[in-house]
């Protein structure tokens, strides 16, 4: 009963390829992020979507483009991938968009850009 | 702007012992503090949080930790680790004039049989 849920959990894959990472959350949120953390753990945001509207594009490529086909869904698609873009990404939810609210992650999906 | 600053990136603590993790923050209006937990090859949850009121906040698994304004800190402790805390320790600021809240470096805290 995964509050929430990515797919792949792990994606190896050869540069200038194009893939997609699935999020769904069931805990009814209004709010969804994507993060990227890098080798060395750094945690960094980079889009956050309230009720399928975009509020948050932290300055990230636009090979990256993120899909909110409804509240429960936030898919991440990244285009022509680059060996930087090896990475654990985490998707994230949290009832609405205050800053005082949790924020609960998925179990997170390591790319590897060979 | 905000920021967040954890000035250790590992802990060694032997098992039982008592163990302290520090946070400074930085931020121009009043602050949201956090913590969030990742076990190893696990996405982050929350231990605790302060939004207002008692300046200790207590969470789980036996963790507190304590805001101080005039330091600008929130130092998370724990007065006995046990193996089971090994993980990376993330704390985290925000506001109430953001969508975001913004990550530390992290901390791994690493127990020692």
């Known amino acids: 009963d995964t509050a929430v849920s990515q797919t792949p959990k792990y994606l190896v894959t050869q540069m200038g390829n194009d893939k997609s990472i699935k999020c769904e959350q069931n805990l009814g949120h209004d709010t969804m992020y994507w993060y990227k953390q890098d080798s060395k753990k750094f945690l960094k945001i980079m889009f956050s979507?309230?009720?399928?509207?975009?509020?948050i594009n932290e300055t990230v490529p636009n090979r990256f483009s993120p899909k909110s086909p409804d509240k429960a869904h936030l898919n991440l698609h990244i285009n022509s991938l680059e060996l930087g873009d090896s990475a654990v990404y985490f998707c994230?939810?949290?009832?609405?968009?205050?800053?005082?609210?949790?924020?609960?992650f998925g179990p997170g999906t390591r790319l590897t850009v060979l | 702007a905000q920021s967040v600053t954890q000035l250790d990136s590992q802990v060694p603590v032997f098992e039982e012992a008592p163990v302290e993790l520090r946070c400074n923050y930085s931020?121009?209006?009043?602050?949201?503090l956090f913590w969030y937990v990742q076990y190893p090859n696990q996405g982050l949850q929350l231990l605790l949080k302060?939004?207002?009121?008692?300046?200790l906040v207590k969470g789980i698994n036996g963790f507190e930790a304590e805001f101080n304004k005039s330091q600008t800190s929130f130092h998370l402790r724990k007065p006995s680790v046990h193996i089971s805390d090994t993980a990376e320790y993330f704390c985290?600021?925000?506001?109430?004039?953001?969508?975001?809240?913004?990550f530390g470096k992290g901390t791994r805290l690493h127990i020692l049989p």
């Open positions: 994230a939810s949290s009832h609405n968009r205050v800053g005082t609210d949790t924020q609960y």
């Open positions: 302060y939004l207002s009121g008692s300046t």
């Open positions: 931020s121009s209006v009043s602050v949201y």
């Open positions: 985290a600021v925000s506001s109430n004039r953001d969508d975001k809240i913004i």
């Open positions: 979507y309230n009720n399928k509207e975009l509020i």
